[in-house]
């Protein structure tokens, strides 16, 4: 899916969160989003997803426009196309495993696809921890859930937000091992919001959020 965000910006009360951010993710492409504390990043993603309004400015998701949807329509795009994996896991406490991956497929218009339903729960490598309740899981167990659950409906665009930064090195590492699963196998475009650097030069672009505007690096030639 091509992400493109055109003079995006977003106030909260006094706190320009936004200002006129312009981007472009290509089709098929991994990109980081870094940037200090309060930069904006967060607010880009919500706003990419369509979860608030912009003050000003247009989302394009392909050739639909976030920014025009009512909230309804909003959420079943974001239902049809869209995978969230964040940093406190989305997975519903009292469901075990297995249910949280059911109950992720019951809306929208997604027909269960059981044959991709088992070639991702392989790959993630979770089949282990169906029957268990996310509690019994260990962090990068859970996010790997995670992963699985925004995978599962076959999403054009993933939404990141601090994929590993609750984890440990070894999780966080499969945790990135996958996400790249995602684009180069699966040709999905990959957004990940991250305070680390390292993280960000594993992808095919970083860009940098300075008081919600972008200052693009390519990740062969950035701050080494
Ligand atoms: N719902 C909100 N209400 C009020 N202010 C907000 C809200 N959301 C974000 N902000 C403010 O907007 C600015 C950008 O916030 P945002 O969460 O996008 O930054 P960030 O780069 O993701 O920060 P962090 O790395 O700390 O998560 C910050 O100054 C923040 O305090």
Redesign the pocket.
């Known amino acids: 899916m091509l992400v493109r965000t055109e003079n995006l910006t977003k106030s909260?009360?006094l706190?320009?969160?936004?200002d006129h951010c312009s981007l472009r993710f290509t089709d098929g492409q991994f990109t980081a989003v870094i940037?200090?504390?309060?930069?904006?990043?967060?607010?880009?993603l919500?706003m990419i997803a369509g979860l608030e309004k912009p003050d000003l400015g247009t989302v394009l998701l392909d050739h639909c426009n976030m920014t025009e949807l009512s909230e309804e329509k909003a959420a079943l795009f974001r239902a049809d196309h869209i995978g969230f994996v964040f940093q406190f896991f989305a997975l519903v406490s009292i469901c075990i495993i297995q249910e949280n991956l059911s109950l992720i497929q019951e809306t929208g218009t997604f027909l269960r696809d059981t044959d991709w339903e088992k070639e991702i729960i392989d790959r993630t490598g979770i089949r282990p921890f169906l029957d268990k309740f996310p509690h019994e899981l260990s962090g990068g167990q859970q996010q790997r859930a995670a992963i699985t659950a925004a995978l599962i409906r076959k999403p054009d665009l993933i939404l990141v937000d601090?994929p590993t930064g609750n984890l440990d090195r070894q999780s966080g590492i499969e945790i990135m091992r996958l996400l790249k699963l995602c684009q180069s196998e699966l040709g999905i475009t990959v957004i990940m919001?991250t305070?680390d650097l390292d993280l960000a030069k594993q992808t095919d672009r970083i860009v940098e959020?300075r008081d919600?505007k972008p200052w693009l690096y390519e990740t062969t030639d950035t701050m080494d």
């Open positions: 909260y009360g706190t320009r969160a936004l940037g200090r504390s309060g930069s904006g990043k967060s607010t880009l919500k601090e919001v305070h959020l919600g």
